[in-house]
C-alpha cells in the first residue's frame, strides 16, 4: 500500500508478502518489487530536505515513511514519488495475480 499526499508526494509505503510468480530466488515479481523499493530507499536516505524512515523487519516486509523539510526536498520527492508509484503500477499491471497495490491519495 502506497499513500500519496493531496499533491502526489509520497508519505508511506507499506510492502508484504512474496510474489509467488517463481520460485525463490527466480521470481521476477518479488525482483522487480526488491528492485523499485531498494531503489527508493537509496534515493531517499540520508537525502538532504529529506526525512524518512525505512524498517524491513523480515524477509518479504518493506516499511517507509517520507517527508519533504522544504521546497526543494519537495520537488526532490515528487520525481521520486512519481518514479516510484508507476513502476509499482507497471508491475502490478502485467501481473495482477501476483502483485496488488493499492494507492491511497489523501485529499488537500
Do not use: W
Not at 30 to 51: D, F, K, N, W, Y
Not at 52 to 69: C, D, H, I, P, T
Not at 76 to 93: D, N, P, Q, Y
Request: charge should be neutral.
Amino acid at each position: 500500500m502506497m499513500v500519496l499526499d493531496g499533491s502526489g508526494l509520497l508519505k508511506s509505503c507499506d510492502v508484504k508478502g512474496h510474489a509467488g510468480a517463481g520460485k525463490r530466488g527466480y521470481d521476477i515479481v518479488c525482483a522487480a518489487v526488491s528492485v523499485l523499493v531498494r531503489t527508493a530507499q537509496a534515493t531517499l536516505a540520508g537525502r538532504e530536505g529529506i526525512s524518512a524512515a525505512f524498517k524491513a523487519e523480515k524477509r518479504g516486509s518493506f516499511y517507509l515513511e517520507v517527508a519533504a523539510q522544504n521546497s526543494e526536498g519537495e520537488k526532490f520527492l515528487a520525481g521520486v514519488s512519481a518514479f516510484f508509484a508507476e513502476g509499482l503500477r507497471s508491475v502490478a499491471g502485467e501481473y495482477p495475480e501476483n502483485c496488488e497495490l493499492t494507492i491511497i491519495k489523501e485529499q488537500k
